[in-house]
């Protein structure tokens, strides 16, 4: 029996072992897309307590708390941070299977030194032990940073946002690891949702243009395009319901534009054919400027009203939505495709079904303007378990070119969530060392450290042009 998460955690062979060691392990990270706060790396803030580190905000452990139908009480209520670090505790031990029992594991391994097994029973200790390290200079979140071996990362900012904390960070000489804006302009697409008028009103404001028009519009975004450009920013990202493809008039798109300004309802089709027009037009200014646009789509969101009228969204009442046409993405991209227009594009659905459509799809829209222009993203949100990992990637290698792959993200709000690299990188190791192991990869050591290093890092680097 192997000892529990030891140094060959998830690494089944001699080869894998190899690999992640003397290659993987030793790659720094790119997170290009996550949620953390600027603010925080800026004001290298410390935290108080394990819970405010793991808790605040995490929906992942929220749901499965209420999964073991723990009180709301001690999960986003007004509980001590005692009281909900204990809840988590005990929810945890019963998590076999689950990636957040590895991910734990390893941030109280990596982070606070602890090897032991965090359960109700041990919930004191690992409590004080961590409580105990935190106050410690190392346990800041720029220190965090730091020793997580990051080079850069991407936040998500809304065309709206001032980026201060950037231009703060930018300027600071003492903190050596980029941080970028990403381009997230949903609140701009999202004619249906109530507040778009007002958000409209707010845009009008920061892009010194008055939006009457959808033209109007399209000006407006790209002044801030440029003034997210002039912060770094090379990166964009999109939340989607599904990549659509409903195309329109220009006539048809103001008059549908028009009445949302009005506050008027529109029809469904309508919406589709709005947000389809829109997509076009960001799709071709990131082309324009050497951007790389990221869409993540089959997600039905907020699906619990009376939890949602309460806490808001992105509190874990999000689900899978089996509704994504794969010939409405094809037809999408090809829209753009045919002028030439087309940047370099990261696909992510929340339904691992896909990951077939997925990879067909790529292959339609690949050339020589970079390797592996389309990308799959990396397993998302609801896969990025061991064996979404292993699927999204055996997809990809089955159907593309895996050597291309941009790898791994934390997609997160926690300083601590980059131990998901080290994660994802074992179970690449282990399934590449699977294959050679199994006879269907030679045993080349020059190969298969090109592959393993770019999936790890280099790829991303290359690919999204950063400065490192």
């Known amino acids: ?64 708390m209420r999964s073991n139908g723990v009180d709301e009480y001690y999960i986003t209520g007004a509980a001590t941070d005692r009281e909900k670090f204990q809840k988590w505790a005990e929810t945890l031990e019963l998590a076999i299977g689950n990636p957040l029992y590895h991910w734990s594991h390893l941030e109280l391994q990596r982070y606070f030194g602890y090897h032991g097994v965090l359960n109700g029973d041990t919930a004191e200790e690992v409590w004080n032990l961590c409580n105990e390290k935190l106050k410690e200079d190392g346990m800041s979140v720029r220190n965090l940073i730091r020793q997580s071996n990051v080079k850069l990362i991407c936040t998500t900012d809304d065309p709206v946002d ?193 990951n077939e459509a997925i990879g067909t799809i790529l292959g339609c829209f690949q050339d020589s303007s970079a390797a592996g222009k389309i990308q799959q993203g990396s397993a998302w949100w609801f896969n990025d378990h061991k064996t979404g990992m292993i699927n999204q990637m055996t997809s990809l290698a089955n159907l593309g070119l895996l050597g291309n792959f941009i790898g791994m993200l934390t997609d997160s709000r926690s300083f601590l969530s980059y131990t998901r690299h080290e994660y994802f990188r074992r179970i690449l190791c282990n399934l590449i060392g699977g294959w050679v192991e199994n006879g269907e990869y030679p045993d080349d050591e020059k190969s298969l450290k090109k592959i393993v290093e770019g999936i790890s890092y280099n790829n991303a680097v290359r690919y999204f042009k950063f400065d490192l």
């Open 162 to 354: 001032d980026l201060k904390w950037h231009e703060v960070l930018a300027a600071d000489d003492t903190f050596e690891v980029q941080v970028l804006p990403a381009w997230r302009p949903d609140k701009a697409m999202n004619l249906e949702k109530s507040e778009y008028a007002d958000y409209i009103a707010q845009l009008s404001k920061v892009s010194g243009v008055e939006i009457k028009t959808f033209e109007d519009l399209k000006e407006a975004l790209n002044i801030r395009l440029d003034y997210f450009a002039d912060h770094g920013c090379s990166v964009s990202d999109h939340a989607l319901e599904y990549v659509m493809y409903v195309p329109a008039t220009a006539e048809e798109i103001e008059a549908i534009f028009a009445k949302r300004l009005n506050k008027e309802d529109i029809t469904k089709e309508e919406e589709l054919k709005f947000k389809t027009a829109f997509m076009q037009f960001v799709a071709k200014q990131y082309h324009k400027r050497d951007w790389v646009m990221q869409i993540h789509y089959g997600c039905r969101r907020d699906n619990n009203t009376p939890y949602y009228k309460r806490l808001g969204p992105d509190t874990g009442y999000d689900c899978i939505d089996n509704y994504a046409p794969s010939a409405q993405t094809a037809a999408f991209l090809d829209s753009i495709n045919a002028t030439e227009e087309l940047p370099k594009t990261i696909l992510y659905s929340l339904n691992p079904n896909d």
């Open 1 to 64: 029996m192997k000892k529990f998460m030891d140094k060959d955690f998830l690494l089944e062979t001699e080869t894998a072992q190899k690999l992640f060691h003397e290659y993987a392990d030793k790659m720094p990270i790119v997170d290009y897309h996550c949620h953390i706060n600027p603010q925080e790396i800026a004001e290298d803030r410390k935290f108080e307590n394990i819970t405010q580190v793991w808790l605040g905000g995490d929906h992942y452990k929220w749901r499965q």
